[in-house]
């Protein structure tokens, strides 16, 4: 009886492998890291309509990976690992008795950073008859250890102007602004809400990099045309914060209008008295 349920017990199981291989498929692949060396310790997940909640393993010494025994279907697949910017590939094509390659190099995740913008807009104003050819673009420029890191530009006067003046309000409305990063510089999109500005920033950095950098931020004007800027320092804000590759690092930006006034021909006065103060996110 004994002997009877083992070999049961071992058909049964064969079949069960049978059909697997008849019915499913398989995803593998190997990771390297920016050096391309070999990279183990990446966790690789895979999810679908296929299969219950989600599959996971971690690439081996070696650098490989696999999935065996997938239902015929479309797959996510997620890289992950510390410090390393995730990877994600959408509609991975599984099919039966076949085995899909998914080959990976890991870059190193940039430090990122979110700017939160508080309290007065910054504005300039001009008369059209003194300066009939102005420019009226307002930027606001961002450098992270003296390198321009991204810029917004509101080229967009106001709808209303002041009697006799052409008015510009920076403003991050997506109609608005446009904003640019430098190679390699992810810049998200401004998310706006009363009072408040909120941008994000990933940057790419040395995986050995300081964990604090010299943030500046400084509104310009342009001094030249639409065609050939030549943007102008206005009032600029400095400091030493922390930035990191693994969390957003928080800087609120507090600004005020001060004395800035326009006073017609002369244009903006006391401009410099704007104020810009950078501290943590409250």
Known sequence: MTACTLVVAFLLAAGVDAWAQEFTGSIYGRILDPTNALMPGVSITVEGKAIQGQRTTESEANGSYRFLNLPQGEYKVRYQKAKFKTIVYEGAQVEVNKAVTMNVTMQVAGIEETLVVTGQSFWQAW???????????????????????????????????????????????????????????????????????????????????????????????????????????????????????????????????????????????????????????Q
């Open 127 to 281: 008369e059209p008859k003194s300066h009939p050819n102005i420019d009226p673009s307002l930027r606001l420029e961002v450098r992270v250890d003296g390198d321009v890191v991204a810029t917004y530009t509101d080229s967009r006067p106001d709808p209303r102007d002041m009697p006799g003046a052409t008015v510009n309000t920076f403003s991050f409305l997506s109609g608005d602004v446009e904003a640019e990063g430098a190679p390699g510089v992810t810049v998200g999109p401004p998310e706006v809400k009363l009072g408040r500005a909120t941008l994000r920033l990933e940057i790419p950095q040395a995986a050995d990099a300081p964990a604090r950098h010299v943030l500046r931020l400084t509104y310009q004007v342009n001094s030249g045309s639409a065609g050939d800027p030549v943007w102008k320092d206005v009032v600029s804000a400095d400091g030493d914060v922390p930035l990191s590759r693994t969390t957003w690092a928080g800087v609120q930006i507090k600004q005020g209008l001060g004395r800035m006034a326009y006073s017609g021909r002369k244009g903006m006065t006391d401009s410099a008295t704007f104020v810009m103060e950078l501290g943590p996110v």
